[in-house]
DNA sequence: ACCTGAACACCGTTCAAGT
DNA sequence: ACCTGAACACCGTTCAAGT
């Protein structure tokens, strides 16, 4: 089959939308590209490496040009960037999620969200990102959870869970505490 | 043995500060417990539903008082007893999170926060709450993940990633956010 | 009520061997 | 370079049967 790697993330990323992070395993990733789960190990050492990369590719598949403007309109544009690329493919904020606490996955979001904050202090501008950051990835991952909780009958629907209007409103809250730290003339 | 369902979820509790949720398996939660793995079906429907009544538990240990004073006095000591709960078992923030997603674990402790912003819109202390937790979830995630990449040599140990300075940055940004709809007198 | 013993349908990963 | 085939040491869950 001649398979490369980026076959094999693309593969994952298939199976990941059409079953789900419950039901994504090496052997079920290894029968979508039609060859033996051990032939996988051929591209990637294991597991968790190929979610990383899936993390990986998830974000690379929603870049967007870097967004211009006031700060806080850049950074508004760049979790929106962020949470639609996630949200476009099943469980994939949990997917970055976990890739990110390996350093991977987040890494790159969270420094074009700090470089966006460039005009503050450096730990106003760090911690920011990272709050920033831990509100969109774990925004999106309680919509997806529940939508898959909900979709399995295990909890009935609340269509408030992950709404936009709720995403809005909590990251206006952390921009508005970023307004009041603002250095003169951001 | 006669065993109940706490001593179930006390036993499971221990095999996951001793051994962490990637080893946390019913086989084992059963050995601990000196039982068949099948036994823990007399208690429990599934091992979902265990790591639910783990995340409760967690939350409870740590349980104090309901605090006093200004809003975002009793919000700051809310989110510190949620904090130091979790980080109070080996990844115990990963399981009130996960479980929070089912609309368990960290819907009491939302509650409790959107009660201390109960001077604010409601729309306001309800996604006021949320952004909160879900930095609090987050941040102590974030942390207990990277001791456990790091401890296992998958990565190289950043001790600023879940510190409590980064935390009070955080959370203070949040707060200041929050005083800027704060209602006149609260 | 609480548990055993055996089974079913899965996992991730390794490794010798093939082309 | 990429893959097969077989194996190892595990999973969660079910179910008849025991006390």
Known sequence: MANRLHDVVDGALRVLDTHGLEFLSMRRVAAELEVQPSAL?????????????MADEILARGRRDEPTGPWDKRVAALCDEFRTAMLAVRDGAE?????????LGAAAPEQRLSAALAGFDEDVAVSGARTIMLFVLGHASARQMHEQASATGAIEPDDSIGSAESFDLGLGLILSGLRTLAPIGA
Chains 1, 2 share one sequence.
């Open 95 to 103: 997917v970055v999620a976990t890739a990110s606490a390996f350093g």
């Open 41 to 53: 190990y051929h591209h990637v050492p294991n597991k968790q490496t190929l979610l990383a990369l």
